[in-house]
């Protein structure tokens, strides 16, 4: 369906096919597993799945090790004043906060819709049978570092303070607000350390945006995590500690103010006629705490000047637009960057802000090295829908191509005219 109500046929055929291969995709695994003729267990709304849904384990030390990857390379690193990240050996790390050490009760989670600062509560969570905390993940890192490092509770004498904060949320539900539960421990916290000269760092746990204004501009370090299960506090461990150089970018704007973003309708009928104008393209111009795209690395990452390459220019280039550009770790340690593309469109597509159009993560990089990173467009990339032949078409006019760490960090740029 087009914009103005208009529909065609023929995307009726296209989705359809789309669900068959889907639900092919998922029958055929049921059948292959003989779940149809000899289910496990069969639902009546009397627990009898219960075992195989909050008692089954079905982790591997694969698994295990696979998800400890994931969510330490889904770190974003805000903010890191002063390099006081990574943590070092023979510091003294003071904790602080409930949320560095919260609970992960499984027998909580037996609605369907329940969750915690580890679990997404909804019908898409995953259950595990424990989760390892902040605390307990930085004590068992602290203990191996050279020298050991000592975790306390103590604020007096300490080197770095480290303090928490977490929020979650639940499918059906939205949340009543975008700061994390602790949002006046954590800004009481910040203020105290800074007037006592110590370093502070925060650590957010959340399922989505948030809203940091109390206590960001005064802490030394901020980090977020989404949720991360089973491995959070071995996670976290890795990259405070640096074993992970973090490389994660934030896919949601931390706005100033919730009043900047659109408010839940709790209304039967929403009308939104915001448009196109959504997300960090309607904050385009406006302040913000930390932007689309943004993650910061314990090193840095130099870009060279946009090459634009047509698929006519050379046989390099197999897609309608090439855009090229290098990317070099001009700092002390390995570590691997995000490149983010956007593109700021002709006046004549009465395009909001400069959409995302690609992004390529660079390989773990070598302090001096450098890696050729490539964005393919083709002609859809630089379309809009047209009212008028019910269709996108190519937007005829000048583009201009950015490339950088963020959404707001724009390190070349360059323009060109698709064909």
Known sequence: PGTDGWFDPSHLTTNLTTLDDMATRVIGALIAVDAFDHPVCVPTGKGECDHFLYEANASTPEHTALARTLAANGAVLLKNKGGVLPLKGGQKIAVVGDACDAPYNMASLRAWNAGNYYVMGGSGRVINPASTSI?????????????PATITSDVNGADVIVTCGATWSSEGNDRSTLKVDQDADISGV??????????VVVLLTAPGSLVTKSFDAAADAIVTMFLAGQVTGLAWADVLFGDVNPNGKLPVTFPVSESDVVEPCKETNCVYSEGLAVGYRALDGKAVSFPFGHGLSYTKFAYSAVNILTNDSTADCKAAICIDVHVKNVGE???????????????????????????????????????????????EDVSVWSSVSHSFEVVRGE???HVGSSSRDWRVNNTFIPK
Do not use: C, H, M, W
């Open 135 to 147: 605390l307990t993940g930085l004590k068992a890192r602290a203990a191996s570092a050279t020298p």
């Open 190 to 199: 910040v203020t105290a350390a800074v007037k006592a000269g110590t370093p």
């Open 333 to 379: 340690v390995a570590g691997a960057e995000v490149a983010q593309l956007y593109l700021t469109y002709p006046l004549s597509a009465s395009e909001p802000g400069s959409p995302l159009k690609g992004f390529k993560k660079t390989f773990v990089l070598a302090p001096n090295a450098s890696e050729a990173v490539r964005f393919e467009l083709l002609d």
């Open 399 to 401: 583009f201009i191509a």
